[in-house]
């Protein structure tokens, strides 16, 4: 019985109150194994304003490279205490603060491994769509090799990596036009 | 070879992102086309949000507070389902509204219509093993919205699905059947007119509860999985 999809809307300006119970900024409760980070997203329109009204979501395999979920079948070891979820509204500076840690590797279906990563899903008003997108960690070796990556031009494939900052906080602005649009997928 | 896990949307389902009317979208819309993504694990999995614990009355909007809200009492209930009519069981679904008045419980709502200290409008459900949800709450007003020229929002509630996997996220908006407002607004309209229907409920007698609350069947339909899997 074949069913037809239904379309998508804009999340609108006012979910915030509403959405905010399940909120996750820290993915990590101490005991979760892995590299400690702290991610920042920020929110830019084409004229190159924050969006403060934008919401966040990033999903992550943990760092054996393993999600927790049931169609990862792989014999690698899951964390109870991380499912690799985060969602966060932007502030009024645009950004959106993250406590995780950095993702292992995952395989590539034609065989060998992707590039550490972590998905991203952008919602806004004007935004009639969900985005997606990915963020990598600038000066990864694994990066190279990363199909996703070999697969943008070269110039584009800047808006794709995160930065890390004086203090360690890895800093990814996503620029939804203009000059540096950011590279989104159809998932 | 594209390894497609998820079946890609047809072309004539969602709205373009540029939809000129709707103001807010030229200076967010991305210019440039995605870039198709082969579905590997990152975008086959994704939050299921299964510990997450619900309370007893999230999915009734009509008694989160001290009293009750005004306005007129409903049910919204439906299914979950793939387009293949498979039910997407406990999924969770998360829904914001505003009140009887047409006003928002959040900051930045400026409309002039009183808040209900009774009525907060968020709610969430996890659907059963067929993929049922259902919440009472109460029928949300039209706004103005200041989009154009005396601009008025649809009657709506807002709805956030996850799915099965990243690639099946989806947020969307619930209308009335026959609100005449819906003639008139870009947002519903930025749909391609041949799927627009799909965002309307349908009134539902047999859901409705005698002496107590009409009611709207609202099914949700998300993508489906190929049939073979390309390995």
Partial sequence: MSKELTPSQTIGPFYFGTLIKSYRYDLAPPGVAGERIDIVLSLHDADGAVVPDGLFEIWQANSHGRYNHPEDRRNLPLDPCFDGFGRASTYTDGCSHFSTIKPGRVPWPEGGLQAPHVNVSIFARGLLNRLATRLYFEGDPANAEDPVLKSI??????????????????RLPIHLGGPNETVFFDC | MTREIYRRPPGDTHPPNLSPAYKSTPGRAPRQAPVALPHTLSEVTGPLLATERLDALENDLTRQRMGEPLGERIVVQGRVLDEDGKPVPQALVEIWQCNAAGRYHHPGDQHDAPLDPNFYGGGRARADAEGRYHFITIKPGAYPWKNHHNAWRPAHIHFSLFGPAFATRLITQMYFPGDPLLAFDPIYNAVPEGARHRLQAAFDMEATRPEWALA??????LRGRNATPME
């Fill in chain 2, 216 to 221: 709207y069947r609202f099914d949700i339909v």
């Fill in chain 1, 153 to 170: 031009e070269p110039k584009r494939r800047a808006t794709l990596l995160a930065k890390r900052d004086a203090k360690g906080t890895w």
